[in-house]
């Protein structure tokens, strides 16, 4: 071995001094274009959760997780979108879709880690340092994978719909009825919503594949008054649909009148198939025969139960018939709906009110339970001086006498007091019968508790709305067929506890003006005059409305509640839903063994 | 009634009386419902008597500079029966009513009372009832007047 030999290993440390030829980053980072498709980033305070991006992934690169966070808001589902990076192919299909636009890429895409379970995140929830980078790839404004915009529904002109109590809103023809139905994005956070949790997407899809016989039966799953719904329902639903947020609403509903208007009553019973052959050898009785109690009734009919129906009133539909304008629903529809719950062998007794024509004891001792679903049908007075003056009349009184074709004499120049649905109802009644209306209110406009759409309609109509004038005194007027009203104006001023401003009456700013008539519609409450008073101290009331337990029943053994006597939003699907709700429960109470299979078989 | 003791007694035995006129109301209420309603009535009363009976052991002061909300619902209201059949609404009538006029018999009795601890005492107890006021009154606008 030569010298050489024993001392070339040594020379390599001569190179430990020298410029490497490695580097210690081997690739050097370059930022992604400003438009760039790399990590998603999602503004969960703006997500709803609706699952479009999921729906949409073609890689099933997304799943929706349960994030506490937002869990019970309402109009959203509280999950959010969990992407998977081993199979996201960077495509920007669920950016394009997110109705919500929270879903946005950011121009990131290195991200080392040893933990592949990482490359599993949710978006806006988990810690990224992505979440607020300005760049990356964006949604175009104005760009949408469905039209924003929902197709108009053709309506009588105010200056026509006013010569007549004919139906304003006209219905979509097939053709419009199948480019609205190919706006819903199926998310299904509509179904939440609905108080009667109507299968929406599935009947909506029922209409693009032109298979209405379906549609009936998916709606009449849990809800009997879809001719009515579909045309005067809260529809709550439309206010939390996704394509609302960048857009306009699905008209869901429209599209469900729609599917309605297709099918001829006759046809009701081949389609709907409903069996109420068998007797359960069961007798319930309901007391009301409005949206809550034909909805109990035509549910517990299909249990077999027999059904009697105590109704105070000459027909039956209670305030739909009695307080809501033909304009608005037509007898017809609302006809629709009824005639074929009763014909499952519903007997309605007409003109029977329960504690003058029939004691309530003896409901108790006949039947075996009974449904109380009697309405909102005492008007709340103003109580102001001079209330009681004649030409002073009830905003529910005028509703009844028209739909029962006497004249209120309301005369020509009229007064409504009132900011609520009856109020409109009522002023636009009052145009038909050829009045000049002004409509009261005190508080603003956005405060009115009617429907945006009443509000609009009736202005549209002609009647004139002056907000923040508060009622002070009926005046007698010389005139002996007219009458005055005192009103003062109002400031809106901030409640120091919260909530909404309260108006308060500016003393030095009073009007003075002359009516034929005011009509009074500030509200109304129920009438629980039948119940006898040993039985009312048992049965939780508040307020006036009945506090009902689980399955609407109450404290009483045989006894549940519903619809607008027993809820706080007192609208036709809500009392709806709390008849099928009763219905369930009263079948529960009636067969107790059956009771953990009763969900299902009710329906 | 000369001194602040004295003044503060008669308000304490007001809102006693008060919480009694409730409580004996309830138990005659017919109206289904009704009986809760004046009994949280009373109940509501006897705080503000507990709330005197604190300012009177030096506990809890008066604040006859507060500003307080008046929203004059009571004032154009007519008058109605505490009768067995009462109505919520009427219910609650009565009791903005009494309030509105304990309100005005202190700030009367204040105006005629030269500045002395004994007009702040008594415009605080007129601030005390305005302020029982609004509470009904904010009542009866949320309750009563939902679609007015």
């Known amino acids: 071995m030569s010298l050489k030999d024993l001392l070339s290993p040594f020379y390599v440390w001569q190179r430990a001094f020298e410029k490497p030829y490695t580097s210690i980053r081997p690739i050097q980072e370059r930022p992604g274009a400003a438009a760039y498709r790399g990590f998603h980033i999602n503004i969960s305070e703006e997500c709803i959760g609706c699952g479009t991006c999921h729906k949409i992934c073609q890689n099933d690169a997304i799943d929706m997780v349960r994030v506490e966070a937002y869990e019970g808001r309402s109009g959203d589902s509280g999950l959010r979108p969990r992407f998977d990076y081993g199979r996201c192919c960077w495509c920007a299909l669920c950016v394009d879709m997110c109705p919500a636009g929270s879903l946005r890429m950011s121009n990131e895409y290195t991200w080392i880690t040893s933990d592949p379970t990482e490359y599993h995140f949710t978006a806006g929830v988990e810690h990224t340092t992505w979440q607020e980078n300005p760049l990356g790839y964006r949604r175009a404004e104005g760009y949408h994978l469905y039209p924003p915009k929902r197709i108009d529904m053709e309506m009588r002109p105010p200056a026509e719909s006013v010569q007549s109590f004919d139906e304003v809103v006209l219905g979509y023809s097939e053709s419009q009825a199948l480019l609205e139905a190919d706006r819903c994005i199926e998310c299904g956070i509509c179904v939440a919503t609905c108080p009667a949790h109507m299968d929406v997407p599935d009947y909506i899809r029922s209409i693009r594949d032109r298979d209405y016989e379906k549609g009936l039966q998916l709606m009449y799953r849990t809800n009997p008054f879809p001719a009515t719904c579909g045309r005067i329902c809260t529809r709550r639903c439309e206010s939390v649909c996704p394509v609302g947020i960048q857009g306009e609403p699905i008209a869901i509903r429209w599209l469900k009148r729609f599917i309605v208007d297709q099918i001829a009553p006759e046809d009701y019973a081949r389609i709907l198939a409903d069996q109420t052959g068998g007797d359960s050898g069961r007798r319930v009785a309901i007391i009301g025969a409005g949206p809550g109690g034909l909805s109990a009734a035509y549910y517990l009919r299909r249990k077999g139960h027999a059904v009697t129906v105590f109704e105070s009133q000459a027909m039956a539909g209670g305030m739909l018939r009695y307080g809501v304008p033909s304009y608005r629903l037509p007898d017809a529809a609302l006809n629709k709906d009824i005639g074929y719950i009763q014909s499952l062998g519903v007997e309605i007794r007409f003109n029977t009110r329960v504690g003058r024509d029939i004691q309530f004891s003896e409901l108790l001792d006949v039947y075996d339970a009974v449904f109380i679903s009697t309405g909102l049908s005492l008007p709340s007075s103003m109580r102001i001086q001079g209330e009681d003056h004649p030409r002073v009349l009830s905003g529910l009184q005028v509703l009844d006498d028209v739909a029962s074709g006497r004249a209120p004499g309301i005369g020509r120049q009229v007064a409504v007091i009132g900011g609520g649905n009856v109020a409109m109802d009522a002023a636009r009644v009052a145009r038909r019968l050829g009045a000049e209306v002004t409509i009261l209110y005190r508080r603003r406009i956005a405060d009115m508790p009617a429907d945006a759409e009443e509000i609009h309609e009736s202005q549209e109509e002609g009647c004139r709305i002056v907000t923040q004038a508060i009622p002070v005194e009926v005046l007698n007027t010389a005139e002996p067929g007219q009458v005055s009203l005192q009103w003062g104006e109002a400031e809106m001023v901030q409640d120091p506890k919260g909530g909404r401003p309260r108006p308060v009456l500016q003393e030095d700013r009073m009007h003075t003006d002359t009516f034929d008539s005011i009509i009074s519609a500030i509200g109304q409450g129920g009438d629980l005059g039948f119940l006898p008073g040993n039985l009312q101290e048992q049965l939780a009331i508040e307020w006036g409305k009945f506090i009902p337990g689980e399955y609407q029943h109450t404290a009483l053994d045989k006894v549940f509640v519903g619809g607008d006597v027993a809820n706080r939003t007192a609208d036709a699907i809500s009392a709806i839903e709390d008849g099928h709700h009763a219905a369930r429960g009263i079948d529960r109470f009636l067969n107790p063994d059956a009771a953990a299979s009763s969900d299902q078989k009710v329906n | ?148």
């Open chain 2, 1 to 148: 009634m000369n001194t602040v003791d004295e003044i503060l007694d008669y308000a304490i035995d007001q809102e006693q009386q008060a919480a009694d006129f409730y409580a004996e109301l309830a138990g005659r209420a017919e109206k289904a419902g009704m009986k809760d309603i004046l009994l949280d009535f009373s109940a509501e009363e006897k705080i503000h008597k507990e709330r005197l009976l604190a300012v009177k052991a030096g506990d809890h002061e008066l604040t006859p500079e507060q500003e307080v909300l008046d929203l004059k619902i009571s004032d154009y209201l007519v008058e109605v029966d505490a009768t067995e059949n009462i109505s919520y609404q009427d219910a609650l009538i009565v009791a903005m009513k009494r309030e509105r006029a304990a309100f005005e018999l202190y700030t009367d009795m204040a105006a005629k009372v030269p500045e002395s601890n004994l007009k702040e005492v008594l415009q605080g107890l007129a601030k005390e009832e305005a302020k029982h006021k609004l509470f009904f009154e904010s009542e009866y606008d949320d309750r009563v007047l939902m679609d007015n």
